[in-house]
């Protein structure tokens, strides 16, 4: 059932035409063996980014659905890491890792694949920020909780301030379960577009949430191990690796002198200011209290 993982250039524009039309059969799809699905994803995934076609889609959501329900996470995981490695290798286009964006309950795959996707869009009429704003339109076109923290998990994780105006405000389309996704999503480096997001969280944030929002500020510190970065990343991205432009950087003790001043106006202005205990501990801001 598994097609052969071959260049585009040897393939036929409607090599997985057949393939395509006998999942139409919903008892070929259950009689699928489970060692099947990912390579079948994959090879649909690529053919969907090259073709677009909404009979490809429609295999295609059947096939990852079964994936998701079947499968491993470790089999996602692999799939998307060689779908983001074909994208960037130029074997398909961005669109390969939408059935990820759409059909995928695990936050931090979603991160994964979006972030590929917002790096390796190509810029539309000049606009270098294409790739961000089509991962941020796609918060609007999600319910799940999961997908949406994953989205913002990876627009957070390019770390571009660029972005600010797309990213602000968007911690209001998190639910409790979403909230706990995307706070739960491993971070490396601490980025001022992410600290000012938080801060802007926790100025805006329920009391009943306040408390997680100011623990992940203080473990992006812990994480980053106290650096503080301010840069700009090529987008869209080129070749195989990542490119990033370090604009300014701050050790833990300069940046803690740096967020002193609104952490102590959060202080004044929230009922809850105990909680930012552990923030003046991580960002090595003095206690007042």
Not at 140 to 151: P, W
Not at 187 to 194: P, V, Y
Not at 262 to 270: K, P, S
Request: hydrophobic share 45%.
């Amino acid at each position: 059932m598994s097609p052969p993982r071959t260049s585009r250039r040897t393939k036929p524009a409607d090599y997985l035409q057949p393939l395509v039309a006998a999942l139409g059969d919903p008892a070929v799809l259950a009689g699928m063996r489970v060692a099947e699905l990912q390579p079948v994803a994959y090879q649909l995934a690529l053919y969907f980014g090259l073709r677009r076609e909404p009979a490809i889609a429609a295999a295609l959501a059947g096939v990852y659905e079964r994936l998701r329900r079947d499968g491993t996470e470790e089999s996602r995981r692999t799939l998307v890491e060689e779908l983001a490695a074909a994208v960037r290798g130029g074997a398909s286009s961005v669109l390969a890792l939408l059935p990820v964006l759409q059909h995928e309950r695990n936050a931090r795959l979603v991160r994964d694949a979006a972030f590929t996707f917002a790096t390796r869009m190509p810029a539309a009429d000049g606009d270098a920020l294409a790739g961000p704003r089509a991962v941020r339109a796609l918060l609007d076109h999600t319910e799940a909780a999961a997908v949406r923290a994953g989205l913002l998990a990876a627009l957070l994780a390019l770390g571009d301030r660029r972005i600010a105006p797309l990213v602000d405000g968007t911690w209001r389309l998190l639910d409790a379960d979403g909230r706990n996704a995307l706070l739960g999503i491993p971070r490396e480096h601490a980025t001022l577009l992410e600290v000012d997001w938080l801060f802007g969280w926790l100025e805006d944030v329920d009391p009943a949430g306040f408390d997680a929002v100011a623990r992940s500020l203080a473990g992006l510190a812990e994480a980053s191990r106290g650096r503080l970065l301010d840069f700009e990343r090529e987008l869209p991205a080129t070749g195989d690796r990542e490119t990033v432009n370090v604009l300014s950087e701050w050790s833990a003790i300069e940046a803690g002198e740096r967020l002193a001043p609104r952490v102590r106006d959060l202080e004044r202005r929230v009922s809850n200011g105990d909680d930012l205990r552990v923030v003046h501990r991580a960002w090595c801001i003095p206690d007042a209290f």
